[in-house]
């Protein structure tokens, strides 16, 4: 571990941030419910961001992108329940117009302001209701936690962590939330993440950590191959902490590279671990592989592939699936080298089926983390995927969405 | 269309092929079970093959190549309810045992007999038993619906067609046998089809033929994402029609390619229409599209879409969806000058929301068979994939398979 886990850590316990949500209306199942938020810090920052590759981009994705060419973005407001996709014009004008009350509100330039949605695609905003309610937000030290709830919408749980570490002798602290549980698949594979820290990080090096933590863990995780109109993940660095600004290939950089990937992974297999109707948490690593991204495609389709998914929700050591979905995954491999493994027991080695005991790995695929493993035998790479199981209840739960 | 459907056409349609059948004990559920059986034909002819891209490919797919580049191959023996992959050098001698073993009864060489299994991946065949009944199989000109019986696993009705036209005055007559129901994806989308003409065909353009039609069917269905290690898609020509033989780029071609394909799609649709726990026949057009690939690419990742199949599934027009998926399949749009439709009702033109009426969408969605239309306006090509809707029974169904 790079970081100390910090006790009820979020995206607020970096110094300098502060955060708050209220209640737009957007969002209509359970209690206490907020759809509206707001994560600011309060000095001038850094900022990075990753954001869908589907070409079909939601409004917010597109304004946030303009804004991180164009300016100094130190805030961002999200509204879950409504994605603002496909949506036009109007849609375009709206999110713009979301940039322009916080600005208003925070007393900055609207171009400093990132925009983020999630929900239902091809609905337009309440203007009225977000004109209304966003001049109320609450920001406060806090607010993460609050944050935290109004991004989510159909995740079972809110998905928050922050970790401290050690830079130049000052203490330097990374903190996230993300959301996810729908139409989550590389690349990217989270809905929603946001991430503060107070460490002084040369902007450039930004960008590349950020890319750096996101292709070992949001983009290792997948629930239904679907990739989302809205993905987006930001990364803001304020300085608060004093250290010198992080270079690249320093040994600063490589602790700061080391713990914001911890954040990520962490937020990452809650997201994967949270699909909808998932009672599992599936982690597949791959070992020994020619390339690091043949370890990656390989545990990737692994732990995307319906029929293993289906397999480990109703605890089947059926094996063979596991070996076809590596077959198809473009990643070289050769069957007669090929050793495959739930937890620690072998079901084949060297491409020829053992003799396992099926009582035990039914008891394996029966945990709440089931581990898969494979190894090559072709290289000195390897990479670890996250997925979950595929269960009745994600179709039922995805049949009637918008009915 | 091209060619004349025959009632109760089958495999054996065309004139010198002859097929049989008979009970091993592999498969287990159901009565009057078949599950090995073989399609000959009584004059030498050609053949062409595509197998499985998977590079986990099970032992008959590797003998069969083998046959296909050093034999003349006239004859295919086949099995259900095990599959022969993943089984090391004893699968191999095994499948290589079933050839010598049809060779023997034939009366040809073994390099001249195709071998094909589907079932379950990491189990050895049952070769004594094996060695018992294959030679008590009794092949007759009707024996087309006995193979079409053996080859099922968990599909839930056989797939057969024959159709006939006329060539250079002669009629010429092709049918063809498939078997789905899981692991189907492009490419190939379709676990076993066998398909049988009695047209004289340059050895050449044979194999052409076999990919355009299997490019524009088998290769547009889909139904989990899963590609197996036995996909094996075979075609005999034995020339008894009395034909000059067709070559290239003749109107004869265009004849034989246009009949071939409208076989090859009606059993692509019967494969996707029987996808485990499939209640309807989803079938998607692209047109507007720049290229060809792009308008294939876009059709299959819409039919492809976990969520787009939840949808269908629930009779819930989540038009977003269709477009989310469009969004990451790689072929070029702009979400400005998109249409997209449920039936004839357009949910969204030029990239904005229609106003329509939800109740006839829904209606549209609880017919058996889904269309779903995008128009890409961008250019001259479209394209046609066929997929199923994603049920809880798909769940069930892959939850226990194996235990």
């Not at 100390?4 to 209220?22: D, K, M, Y």
């Not at 600005?103 to 949605?117: E, F, Q, T």
Request: charged share 15%; hydrophobic share 45%; glycine share 10%.
């Amino acid at each position: 571990m790079y970081g100390e886990v910090i006790s009820q850590g979020t995206v607020t316990s970096p110094r300098g941030f502060v955060a708050g949500a209220t209640y737009v209306g957007l969002k209509t199942r359970g209690e206490n419910l907020l759809d509206l938020g707001i994560l600011y810090s309060q000095v001038p920052c850094g900022a990075a961001g990753i954001f869908t590759t589907n070409r079909v981009k939601a409004a917010p994705v597109t304004v946030s992108q303009l804004h991180l060419a164009n300016g100094q973005p130190r805030a961002i407001v999200v509204n879950s329940g409504c994605a603002n996709a496909c949506t036009g014009q109007e849609g375009y004008d709206n999110a713009m117009e979301m940039a322009h009350l916080t600005a208003h509100k925070l007393g900055l330039r609207p171009v400093d302001v990132l925009v983020a949605s999630t929900g239902v695609i091809g609905v337009q905003l309440p203007m009225d209701k977000i004109r209304q309610r966003l001049p109320l937000i609450a920001e406060s030290t806090n607010g993460g936690h609050e944050l935290a709830r109004a991004i989510v919408t159909t995740d079972t749980y809110i998905k928050e962590i922050a970790v401290s570490f050690q830079v130049d002798g000052c203490t330097v602290t990374i903190g996230g939330i993300a959301k996810g549980a729908r139409m989550i698949h590389p690349d990217l594979a989270t809905l929603l993440s946001f991430l503060t820290t107070d460490a002084a990080v040369e902007p450039q090096f930004l960008m590349t950590a950020l890319r750096e933590a996101a292709d070992a863990s949001f983009n290792m995780a997948t629930i239904d191959g679907d990739t989302s109109t809205n993905d987006s993940l930001i990364l803001f660095a304020n300085g608060l902490a004093g250290n010198n600004p992080i270079q690249a290939a320093t040994p600063a950089a490589a602790v700061f590279v080391g713990a914001l990937t911890e954040v990520c992974v962490h937020l990452a297999k809650l997201v994967a671990r949270d699909g909808e109707g998932a009672t599992k948490l599936i982690e597949v690593l791959v070992t020994g592989a020619e390339s690091l991204q043949d370890a990656r495609i390989g545990a990737r389709t692994i732990a995307s592939s319906m029929l293993v998914k289906s397999a480990v929700h109703g605890n089947d050591p059926n094996w063979g699936r596991i070996l076809a979905a590596l077959g198809r995954s473009g990643a070289a491999m050769r069957e007669g080298l090929t050793d495959v493994f739930i937890g620690e027991t072998a079901l084949m080695r060297g491409g020829t089926p053992q003799v396992f005991d099926h009582q035990a790995a039914v008891a394996l695929l029966s945990r709440e983390t089931v581990q898969l493993k494979v190894d090559l035998h072709l290289g000195p790479y390897q990479a670890t995927a996250w997925g979950c199981d595929l269960s009745e209840e994600y179709v039922t739960f995805n049949s009637d969405y918008t009915t």
